[in-house]
């Protein structure tokens, strides 16, 4: 996104390597939630998908259990 403001794009279901990926192709800064157990696909991201946000901000991914 190359505007000050995005929606965080939808990533639950990708891989968390790709969720990443795509939240860094949007224009946002990314951490991995507190669930270090879980597998290798994203669950949700916080906030939540098509939230709008500056960009730049910090979204993190939800790992599935």
Same mark, same amino acid.
């Given at each position: 996104?190359? /505007?000050?403001?995005? @929606?965080?794009?939808?990533? @639950?279901?990708? =891989? $968390? !390597? !790709?969720? $990443? /990926?795509?939240?860094?192709? %949007?224009?946002? !800064? *990314?951490? /991995?939630? +507190?669930? =270090?157990?879980?597998?290798?696909? +994203?669950?949700?991201?916080?906030? +939540? @998908?098509?939230? *709008?946000? *500056? =960009?730049?901000?910090? $979204? =993190? *991914?939800?790992? %599935?259990?």
């Amino acid at each position: 996104c190359a /505007l000050p403001i995005c @929606a965080v794009p939808h990533v @639950a279901g990708l =891989t $968390v !390597r !790709r969720a $990443v /990926l795509e939240l860094h192709r %949007a224009g946002f !800064r *990314v951490s /991995l939630g +507190a669930n =270090t157990s879980g597998g290798d696909i +994203a669950a949700a991201t916080s906030p +939540a @998908a098509g939230t *709008v946000l *500056v =960009t730049g901000g910090r $979204v =993190t *991914v939800e790992r %599935a259990p």
